[in-house]
């Protein structure tokens, strides 16, 4: 079910499968890729981890685990809640999500039109006797028609994780430049650390732009599908990573976050479109 919130100035849309932002409509013009044969979402929400797990599973406490790209949040039904001024969305445990991720949680996503844009906001209760772990982020896919009149630019020079084919960290790093023109040799994704707290999009010949600020940065990831010349791109801020080519118990792992029993942790990101 899609739900639609707006302002004077912005229109969003979120659709309960997945909890989901589908539409970003501001100035005239839908900033969000409305889907098609190179990718067929929006912007999904990424948890219980963001990123890819080598062979698709995870090994926890000395058991193995199955675990598709990017979590499976994206492709459950998450409860609305009704809030005043707000898109809220709720997924709690049950078997299905056990059998992939063994604990009691309750994890909200919450949008919001404040200061200009819009904030995107995650909530995460450990509901277990013993210590809990995760990764989240968005993966907002952005429109830009004409790819290579885009540029990226970021609050500092970010340092890039180096992948390998399947899109593992192969351990090794480089400085990526502060200012990036996009064009056709981008790579398939790109892994940044140490960018600061925003990553802004923007077309100087239109004046088109968008800013994603973190409050929690971690890294931020960029990636386009592997079709020259599509007029999309995800921007995508994560608290979390891909694994290494050799991963250990995903306890052990230093990009994951360990939430306390009967704790809650919250994020937000902000989106703000020009």
């Known amino acids: 079910m899609i739900s639609t919130l707006r302002n004077e100035t912005i229109t969003i849309c979120a659709d309960t499968c997945g909890a989901e ?122 429109r830009i028609e004409g790819p290579q009149n885009w540029e990226l630019s970021f609050e500092r020079r970010p340092t890039e994780y180096l992948l390998d084919k399947s899109l593992l960290l192969t351990g090794e790093k480089t400085l990526f430049p502060q200012r990036y023109k996009i064009g056709p040799a981008f790579a398939h994704a790109r892994i940044l650390a140490d960018y600061g707290n925003f990553c802004r999009l923007s077309n100087a010949g239109t004046g088109r732009a968008v800013t994603l600020f973190s409050s929690d940065p971690d890294v931020v990831v960029l990636w386009r599908p592997p079709i020259d010349d599509v007029p999309l791109i995800a921007i995508e801020p994560w608290c979390g990573i891909s694994d290494t080519q050799t991963p250990g118990d995903i306890l052990q792992n230093p990009h994951v976050r360990i939430l306390a029993p009967n704790r809650t942790e919250k994020a937000h990101w902000m989106i703000v479109p020009e």
């Not at 039904?77 to 309750?106: G, M």
């Open 21 to 142: 932002l589908k539409s970003l409509f501001f100035g005239g013009r839908e900033y969000l890729w409305q889907g098609g044969p190179a990718w067929g979402s929006s912007s999904p929400v990424l948890f219980p981890f963001a990123g890819r797990r080598k062979n698709f599973s995870y090994l926890c406490g000395g058991k193995t685990y199955p675990m598709p790209l990017n979590g499976f949040a994206k492709d459950m039904v998450f409860e609305r809640i009704r809030a005043p001024e707000s898109l809220a969305y709720t997924l709690t445990d049950s078997e299905k999500t056990r059998a992939q991720y063994p604990y009691r949680f309750r994890f909200d996503v919450c949008y919001a039109l404040e200061n200009g844009g819009i904030k995107a906001e995650f909530s995460l209760e450990n509901r277990n006797d013993r210590p809990m772990p995760y990764m989240w982020g968005l993966h907002p896919g952005f």
